[in-house]
């Protein structure tokens, strides 16, 4: 298991970054977002200052650390938005096994590794590869970052739904129009979107008006979403400044990310500041991790909203 986890750990962000480059045109369409969402949300640098800290509350006080950002403490319930989390129970199966034939063999490559794995599971399950390697790749990560302990225990943190619709269904749900109303077709203002932000849950959804912040759009959400998330004090989308300064409003675009406004170069300083930018999005106009303040929306969208914020390229 050692050798296992020593092979993984030889892979620092760079080579992470190459490993999802490798991966992602095999991956399904139903996980390409949501597998670079979960990467995004949980980058190694987070978990080597925590790994690094002695002091848990003067490092969060340091890098602004807000909300659940232990992945250990919520390892199943981070992988619910996507949908090879079904398969979940499998993968963490598996990968305990393999972590513990390890020391057999030499791994070529990660990439290659994750590829073999998927297609091992596929096999037995008789499902797509593609519909697998996502998770797998966020399997392998996560391994890396919390070692053997919480995949045998499970976090604790409730088990990811076994049942979903199907992949095609799934998209096609997401590509969903609102519907304007009746001679909709001719309005030109004040159209409204929908933001889904649990895809599991009908009501998990607000309007925006187009042109609108989600930020803004989400605080007309009254529904009190504080009880289980402190950071939410006006809608299910954390937020303090509402003017990129905080980086409480990240989030994860599932769908629809050529909906909102191309990025700024404001936006991308901030991203890059909070250290919540990959490397793949250096370039990108519209990335899969936005701040909802600066977030026009001209077309329905479906977010993730992560556990936790931080400061982690721009200390305190
Ligand atoms: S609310 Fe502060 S960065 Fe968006």
Not at 192 to 215: H, N, P, W, Y
Not at 218 to 240: K, M
Not at 256 to 280: P, Q, T, V, W
Request: charged share 30%; glycine share 6%.
């Amino acid at each position: 298991m050692d050798a296992f986890r020593d092979f993984l750990n030889q892979h620092d962000e760079p080579a992470w970054d190459d490993v999802l480059a490798d991966l992602e045109p095999s991956l399904h369409p139903v996980d390409r977002e949501a597998t670079r969402i979960w990467f995004g949300f949980w980058p190694l640098k987070l978990r080597r200052l925590l790994r690094e800290s002695t002091d848990e509350a003067a490092t969060a006080q340091e890098y602004l650390l807000d909300g659940r950002y232990w992945l250990e403490r919520q390892l199943d319930e981070s992988v619910d938005f996507l949908y090879g989390s079904i398969y979940w129970n499998r993968v963490t199966e598996a990968l305990l096994q393999r972590s513990e034939s390890a020391s057999d063999r030499n791994p070529e490559s990660l990439s290659s590794e994750i590829r073999r794995f998927a297609g091992g599971l596929a096999a037995q399950l008789k499902v797509e590869k593609s519909l697998l390697l996502g998770i797998s790749a966020v399997a392998f990560m996560a391994f890396q970052q919390v070692g053997a302990q919480p995949f045998r225990n499970g976090s604790g943190s409730g088990t990811p739904r076994s049942k979903r619709p199907a992949p095609k269904k799934i998209l096609k749900y997401r590509s969903r129009k609102t519907n304007q109303g009746l001679f909709g077709f001719l309005r030109t203002v004040n159209r409204k979107f929908t933001v889904r932000f649990d895809e599991s849950k009908r009501d998990a959804a607000f309007s925006c008006i187009e042109g609108q912040d989600l930020s803004s759009a989400s605080a007309g959400d009254e529904r009190d979403y504080q009880t289980r998330d402190h950071r939410c004090i006006a809608g299910p989308i954390p937020a303090e400044c509402r003017v990129a300064s905080c980086g409480y409003c990240w989030i994860g675009i599932l769908s629809g990310r050529e909906n909102i406004i191309e990025l700024s170069k404001h936006e991308r300083r901030r991203l890059n500041y909070f250290g919540y930018l990959d490397a793949s999005a250096r370039h990108e106009t519209h990335p899969v991790i936005r701040l909802a303040c600066q977030s026009k929306c001209y077309g329905d969208v479906t977010v993730v909203v992560p556990p936790w914020n931080g400061s982690l390229d721009g200390r305190r």
